[in-house]
């Protein structure tokens, strides 16, 4: 448990770090690129999204069987420190248990005080960049007003329906899970969509399951946020080359922690969102996909459009 305390304080310290100034890894890193859709874009990859990719999605539904992506949220569900989760439920009317006319009414108000990055969530491109600078290469100070981001809040990410594919890496490795800190790059996830059969496409979300959700989260929460497989650098920027909206995972972060490169943390984060305008899904129930071979199938999301996030609470779903 001392090792795992250690790990966590290391990758918060590490995300806090980041996240205050900003510019540590800037230098190795380089300056952002322009987006290739020009200077006003605000939707990155998801430029790639369309009616007749939708269409085609749709036209993998077999069986009608609809999958819950997204975890159950609450106050036990495992979070980066300092993030956390608290529901309040009022009675309507007086709060007293009074009723009001003569049917006797009575009711429930809910007041919800939450980090919006905890659970199952998506990643917007104000979450986390390059030396205060963003995707399509914009400064921090031109995102925010009194009221949150102004410009990538997640409220602005377009609904998506299209092709969803399922790299199961622990049949890759031989492994369930997928020992923590192993970096899945080119080589690997093109190994395991040849063993899957499927061709990654331009608009696809591409989801990895590593088998690390079912055998931590709820065990050692702790430790399921302190390390885990995932996405490599090359393999970022590779997905990223072949047109793919979303990326995301059984794991808390997407990224190998232990970082491939522990001078540069969460560096897989900076390449999808700021670099290359491809969202991130983290804490993605995988478990039921794998179990069914699932490989391909119909991804829909439609997030909750509160005002000005970075972050944002979801549940997509999977159809086939």
């Not at 490169?261 to 984060?269: K, N, Q, R």
Request: a negative charge; charged letters at 15%.
């Amino acid at each position: 448990m001392m090792r795992n305390a250690h790990a966590l304080r290391r990758a918060a310290g590490a995300l806090g770090a980041m996240l205050l100034v900003g510019g540590a890894n800037a230098q190795e890193a380089g300056p952002l690129p322009a987006s290739p859709y020009g200077a006003d874009d605000t939707i990155g990859a998801m430029n790639h999204l369309s009616p007749e990719g939708a269409r085609a999605a749709a036209r993998l539904v077999r069986t009608g069987k609809v999958y819950a992506l997204g975890v159950v949220t609450g106050r036990a569900t495992p979070a980066w420190p300092g993030r956390a989760f608290n529901m309040v439920v009022l009675q309507t009317n007086d709060g007293g248990g009074g009723t009001v006319a003569p049917n006797q009414l009575t009711g429930h108000d809910d007041i919800l005080m939450t980090s919006l990055g905890i659970g199952t969530q998506i990643d917007g491109f104000a979450h986390l960049g390059v030396d205060h600078h963003y995707y399509n290469n914009v400064p921090a100070q031109a995102l925010f007003n009194a009221g949150g981001v102004t410009r990538y809040g997640t409220q602005d990410i377009p609904p998506t329906a299209t092709r969803g594919v399922l790299l199961d890496m622990t049949k890759h490795y031989g492994q369930s899970p997928v020992p923590p800190g192993t970096a899945f790059n080119r080589a690997e996830i093109e190994a395991a969509a040849r063993a899957a059969r499927i061709t990654i496409r331009r608009g696809d979300v591409v989801l990895f399951h590593t088998g690390w959700m079912a055998a931590s989260a709820e065990s050692n929460p702790q430790d399921f946020i302190a390390r885990e497989p995932g996405l490599g650098r090359e393999g970022a920027d590779y997905l990223a080359g072949l047109g793919v909206v979303m990326i995301g995972a059984d794991t808390a972060a997407l990224e190998a922690i232990p970082f491939e490169d522990e001078a540069a943390p969460f560096i897989v984060h900076q390449t999808l969102l700021a670099r290359h305008g491809v969202h991130i899904l983290e804490n993605i129930n995988t478990a039921d996909l794998a179990a069914d071979d699932a490989t391909e199938f119909m991804f829909v999301l439609g997030q909750p459009r509160f005002e000005g996030a970075v972050q944002m609470v979801i549940n997509p779903i999977a159809i086939r």
